[in-house]
């Protein structure tokens, strides 16, 4: 049955006020199948950044990491949330051996295809990151473009209780995240706008793009509401900056030195005020 209009405006408005910090939105996301279709699209597409980086720019990341030597040859690598295999694939080329985690079936069986075509031997793992249970397992544990961030400072530090145990004595946990921009946008736009079809769904939707600050913890939050004809969903993607003060604690608490640092997983030299921070922190 149609949903009563002064009902929908009400709705919108509930949820259009700014959230508690961290607060969840649609907690089925990744298992939607247009949205998982239009990921994969967003992850495959060479051409911007939105859900992956651009192939060359993955490409200097690996080289990298594998002509330091963090990365060698018969090493075995957790890649948490690793989509449709950008990374787990190049490293895979290079003799590491792999197992990939992630949530979305649908990157994973692209992933798992490509394995295939390529013959290349990938553990693809459809796990929740805070249900994996590897002990003493991995000699790198590598999370990149963020994703770390976009965990609570509760949901965070469980997070790197999990990897700690699943790596070996002396492992590595390699990972970027977000740097705090030099001057937050304090006037931040709040687009809106009808399709056909898009991103959120197939058919005729609206959505209400929103952006928060919580400029005393270094957070902000993209917030979409998406309005169809079944009703009202709310998205919600947190994002956590972290400057190397305010992460160097958070990693010895949970059992880790940092043993490099850098402006990005390519490898430009550490100085403040980069767009990202990348780390390699050693299991103590």
Known sequence: MPYNFKDTLSLIAQNAMKPPLFEPGEPHFWDDPHISKSMLEAHLNPNHDAASRRPEKIDDEVNHLISSGLLKSGYKVLDLGCGPGLYASRMA???IKITGIDISENSLNYAIAQASSSRQDINYRRLNFFEMDYSCEFDVVFQAYGEMGTFSDEKRDELLRKIHTALKSGGLLIFDVTAPPSEANTTLQNPWYISDAGFWR???????????????DNVHVEQYIVVDDKGITVYRTWIHDYTLESLTPVLEKAGFHIEHTWNDLAGNPYKKGGEWLAIAAKKR
């Open 93 to 95: 080329a290079k003799g």
């Open 202 to 216: 197939p058919g005729r939707h609206l959505t209400l793009e929103q952006h928060f600050n919580y400029l005393e």
